[in-house]
């Protein structure tokens, strides 16, 4: 570890904390129906969808109207990106007549893109069209982030509102988060992409003389616009198959910080806007430095995992001052690498600009962890800060339990209603993880599809059902997962892993919507300071983590105490 690379670090952090605020505040007026800046332009073309749709924008939903028009909206998504998958080869702007998408492959991805996983069992330059990027992912990158940030502020409203029976209209929701948020980021970053270098054409490739003498053909499309949503978005999905360690998608040190600080910037800023719009902003630091904290934790591990080597290759002579720079781009080093793998899985982005199978047994063991938690660090565009309200429920029922008071949090009681959907849902993710894990390991044709025996093979499937089950959508690398068996289960997971989820917590969103908001009292457990902040952060460390312990020592852990006693499997 170097001093250079924790400024580095630092620095990404500072520049996130410095965008918080005043995105936040925006955000807020947006989901709150205020006037915003954009309004003279943006508040005529909202008006014209609701028209065109039939949508009354004054008409709330209940929190069951509300989840069910999220899953019809949602089903429609699934349904029209896999059939353009399938009609590829029929459908206009494919230079490259690429034919049509296999049908277990096409229900893979459409369920990826529509779940805000983006988990990708195909090589982007080779199998898809410019218009099944474009019309296709894209699109559900913008819509299903969107979803997620409508269904965080439902939740949201549930906590600010007293005695009420709605939350919200989530077609309302969706549409401001798409064209008031969503839409100009992604059009600035992109433009700032194009500067960059990343590439913005409907041409399908030009041929490169090499200094070989050979020709190479290099792929090119729309990259730039994919790539700014997919970082906002916190979806993650690239154009290219090794997604930001191509050059393409990420050629400089400055582009790899613009790529963080997409992912970061909404996702940590819609917590501030949680306490904006419930009234305590304190409430929403206190939530922001849980995240930190534990995100924070993760990049230390990591990078000094990697900072130090590997003592196999040290052992043979390799020396050990460069750590280790297998699977990690040169222009990036150890330091830029660790931090994008945990903030890509402390998210739910799934982005990568490293292959995380070639990290030391450690430094691979911290990207999955994070994700185990539950992504909430800061998770997803709204999925992270509704799964982090979740965790807030169970802490202050864990605080109640201890002192022999009512729970409360933010003047709402927690009663075992709310408690039996908080645990419905935050079990959701070891069922679906070590129970797909488990069938995988013992079927012979799923072990056939990863690269490696022994324990780093249980890691490679451990991380690939982590990674979909949380959302995510990075790889470990090493698996084969373009096969019938894992196109179908890993769907499965992703759909389990949004949706299973979900509804649970608009259960809660409307039970807690109907009760009285009580204004704090003596007795009341505050839930703005540091003592919450340990006890959340403990919460999150036992329930959402300890489950998975067993799995991670028979993998990634047993890979690092081999590691270091310079043996290989």
């Known amino acids: 570890m170097t001093t250079i690379g ?55 939903q209940s929190w069951l109207g509300y989840t069910l028009a999220m899953l ?24 490259q007549d690429f034919p049509a998408v296999p049908s277990d492959l096409a229900f893979n991805t459409a369920v990826s893109f529509v779940t805000n996983t983006n988990w990708q069992n195909y090589a982007g330059e080779t199998t898809l069209s410019h218009f099944s990027q474009m019309a296709g992912l894209t699109v559900q990158n913008f819509l299903s982030a969107a979803t997620g940030m409508a269904l965080a502020v439902a939740f949201t409203r549930a906590l600010a509102r007293s005695k009420v029976t709605t939350l919200g209209n ?65 979806n993650g999905g690239g154009f290219f198959n090794v997604n930001a360690a191509h050059p393409f998608e990420n050629p400089t040190a400055w582009s790899n910080y ?14 501030y806007s949680f306490g904006q719009m419930v009234g305590n902003r304190r409430q929403g630091w206190a939530l922001i430095s849980a995240m930190a904290i534990l995100l924070i934790a993760g990049v230390a591990i990591t990078y000094w995992a990697e900072a130090q080597g590997n003592p196999i290759l040290t052992a043979v002579g390799v020396d050990p001052a460069l750590g280790n720079m297998e699977g990690k781009e040169v222009r990036f080093g150890q330091a830029m690498t660790a931090l994008y793998a945990a903030v890509t899985t402390g998210l739910s982005d799934g982005g990568v600009n490293g292959m995380h199978g070639s990290f030391t047994g450690l430094g691979g063991l911290v990207p999955m962890f994070l994700m185990q938690l539950g992504e909430v660090l800061p998770g997803g565009v709204g999925s992270g800060l509704y799964g982090m309200l979740v965790f807030a429920l ?122 009285v908001k009580a204004p704090a009292s003596a007795g009341t457990f505050p839930t703005d300071g540091p003592l919450f902040v340990g ?35």
């Open 6 to 60: 924790w400024l580095q670090i630092s620095l990404l952090f500072l520049a996130v904390l410095l965008a918080i605020k005043p995105l936040g505040l925006y955000m807020a007026r947006v989901f709150s129906c205020e006037r915003t800046f954009l309004s003279p332009v943006l508040a005529p073309v909202e008006g014209g969808f609701y028209r065109v749709s039939g949508v009354d924008p004054n008409k709330e």
């Open 72 to 95: 019809t909206f949602s089903l429609a998504g699934f349904l029209a990106l896999y059939a353009m998958l399938r009609l590829q080869a029929h459908l206009p702007l494919n230079p």
């Open 170 to 234: 989530f077609w309302v929701d969706m549409v401001r988060a798409t064209l008031y948020v969503l839409l100009p980021l992604s059009i600035m970053v992109a433009l700032v992409f194009v500067a960059m270098g990343l590439p913005q054409t409907l041409e399908a490739s030009v041929t490169a003389k090499t200094l070989e003498g050979a020709n190479q053909v290099i792929s090119l499309g729309p990259v730039a616009s994919q790539e700014a949503i997919k970082q906002l978005g916190t």
């Open 258 to 271: 613009l790529n963080m600080l997409a992912m970061l910037s909404i996702s940590a800023a819609l917590v």
């Open 394 to 515: 169970l802490s202050v029922f864990v605080a109640g339990l201890m002192v022999g008071r009512t729970p409360e949090f933010l003047g709402k009681k927690i009663e075992g209603r709310e408690m039996t959907f908080a645990m419905l849902a935050v079990l959701i993710l070891p069922l679906v993880i070590l129970g797909f894990t488990a069938v995988s390991a013992m079927l012979p044709f799923a072990v056939a599809s990863i690269g490696t025996s022994g324990p780093h093979g249980l890691s490679e499937i451990l991380y690939a059902y982590t990674s979909t089950a949380g959302n995510n959508g990075s790889a470990f690398g090493g698996l084969t997962g373009n096969t019938p068996w894992y196109n179908t289960t890993l769907g499965i997971a992703m759909l389990l892993g949004r949706f299973a989820y979900v509804v649970p917590v608009m259960a809660i969103a409307g039970s807690l919507a109907a009760k």
């Open 535 to 569: 006890l959340l952060i403990g919460i999150i460390l036992i329930l959402g983590g300890l489950q998975f312990f067993p799995a991670l020592a028979l993998g990634p852990v047993v890979e690092h105490l081999a590691m270091l006693a310079g043996q290989t499997f």
